[in-house]
């Protein structure tokens, strides 16, 4: 959660597409040419990203790095002026998240994390990467999967995906994230993966790159215990895609002898030097049972065993058998807190039960009972504004109506929990930050890491990092990325 992060609607409002359009619709694919389903226009499929942008910026924070933002614009203008729909208003984006992570909205609007960023080791690898995401909308892959839900009477309520904290509790559980998180099919990772290669060897990045980034993704696999992340889940293992993309990239370079291709890994490296690295606890962290926002200056207790999701608009506690949430978020500037609960009255099935002024630890606040009618049942929902240094804080604790009452002192309690934060170390943490240094001779990672790195960062992870062998001498005055420790 940040000052400028606000979640607009006290409760998730489900945006419908609800296109009226024919029960079946194919149109050309503009990489294959043969027929695709499809029962969204260009238009439309426009409309969606449009719509989505916003929202997604709000979520996951846009990356307060002007130099990093202008290179990743330019880079991926170029390769999608190189793509079969350059016409397409392209949007190229770094949000502020610590998971090593590139997905694509419908209608050209693509966006890879800080994390992967700091991953990666050359400009040719983020081409392959950004490459890999114009492809998904080249070849109207989310299109499809949109439009089988649509066949399907799923529908996709763009409102939820951005509050999927609560989809337990709204009619789109059975469709997962919505839009955002589609998950392709195989077939169309593999072709993402093919076109991606395409795009970047058309504008002069060496192609091996893609191919070595993803020793990354294998990584993942091991530490996970073989199990890979939702968002890769649906993709082929990565030893299959290091070995597909490979060899696609020798039938390239045989069919181009002696030509100049980019790799680009010192300026790529310049460019992450000082980026955060993981989770930023200026932006919330959990501590003895206290969330703590140095940036905002709060704490709220987590009740026992419940977990936390943090994000730029939000935090979320959820009892850990999905019996009861809380979330937290920021109202907007201006709008007193009566006019919220008016407000959340107003939503379709939400009722007003009771309310009443109150101050919580000093702090003038707002609080209502609320009964709240969903698809899947009925809801009891103790809604809490707060006043606190010019911000208002929204609170919402939910749990089923039928088992309000088991819950209700625990959330009850937690809601009265918000407070200054005053402790001095916390206010005072800073991140982890990527940091650069060169060898000296006979220098390996092992030596590196036990220099640099801790306990937290040693040789297996700055050879991710890096993807060198961690027993290999290295040369002197080689680049390496390391970690920073931030204060604790």
């Known amino acids: 959660m940040q000052k400028r992060s606000v979640l607009r609607r006290a409760w998730p409002l489900l945006i419908l597409l609800g296109l009226a359009l024919p029960a079946t619709d194919c149109a050309k694919n503009p990489v294959t040419g043969k027929r695709q389903l499809a029962l969204i226009s260009e238009a439309q499929e426009i409309a969606i990203g449009e719509q989505s942008h916003p929202e997604v910026l709000a979520e996951f924070g846009e990356l307060d790095d002007p130099e990093l933002q202008s290179f990743l614009s330019r880079q991926g203008q170029e390769l999608a002026r190189g793509s079969h729909r350059p016409d397409l208003p392209w949007t190229f984006t770094v949000v502020d998240s610590p998971v090593v992570n590139a997905f694509a909205l419908p209608g050209g609007y693509i966006y890879l994390t800080r994390q992967i960023l700091a991953h990666m080791n050359s400009e040719a690898e983020v081409a392959g990467v950004l490459g890999h995401e114009i492809a998904h909308v080249t070849a109207r892959h989310s299109v499809t999967q949109i439009s089988r839900a649509q066949l399907g009477g799923l529908g996709l309520g763009l409102g939820s995906v951005f509050s999927p904290e609560f989809r337990n509790w709204s009619q789109l559980a059975e469709i997962g994230a919505g839009v955002l998180f589609l998950k392709y ?58 070995e597909a993309t490979l060899e696609q990239a020798r039938q390239l370079l045989a069919s181009a002898p002696g030509r100049t291709l980019v790799e680009g890994r010192e300026d790529h490296l310049r460019r992450v030097d000082g980026l955060i690295f993981g989770e930023n606890p200026r932006e919330g962290f959990v501590q003895d049972s206290w969330f703590l926002h140095p940036d905002l200056r709060f704490r709220l207790a987590v009740p026992p065993g419940w977990r936390v999701q943090n994000s730029r608009s939000s935090v979320v506690f959820g009892e850990p058998n999905g ?69 208002l804080y929204q609170l919402l604790a ?91």
């Open 398 to 488: 939910l749990a089923p109506a039928q088992q309000y009452s088991s819950f209700s002192r625990e959330l009850e309690a937690t809601v009265r929990s918000f407070d200054e934060l005053r402790d001095r170390r916390a206010l005072e943490v800073q991140p982890d930050r990527v940091d650069l240094y060169r060898t000296r001779e006979g220098e390996t990672l092992e030596s590196v890491a036990a220099r640099f790195g801790g306990e937290r960062f040693g040789a297996r992870e700055l050879m991710v990092l890096n993807r060198v062998d961690p027993d290999r001498r290295l040369a002197a005055g080689t680049l390496l990325k390391v970690v920073r420790p931030g204060r604790p």
């Open 323 to 391: 019996g009861a949430a809380i979330q937290l978020t920021l109202s907007p500037r201006g709008v007193p807190a009566e006019q919220r609960a008016r407000e959340l009255a107003s939503q379709p099935g939400v009722s007003l039960q009771q309310s009443r002024q109150d101050r919580i630890n000093g702090n003038p606040a707002l609080l209502g009972l609320y009964q709240v009618q969903s698809a899947s049942g009925s809801l009891a929902a103790l809604a809490a504004w707060i006043d606190f240094r010019g911000n």
């Open 185 to 242: 099919s195989r077939d169309a990772e593999r072709q993402a993966d093919e076109l991606g290669v395409e795009y970047m060897f058309q504008q002069g990045y060496d192609p091996r790159e893609l191919s070595d980034f993803f020793a990354v993704f294998e990584f993942m696999r091991e530490e996970s215990g073989g199990a890979l992340p939702n968002w890769l889940s649906s993709h082929p293992a990565p030893p299959d895609r290091r």
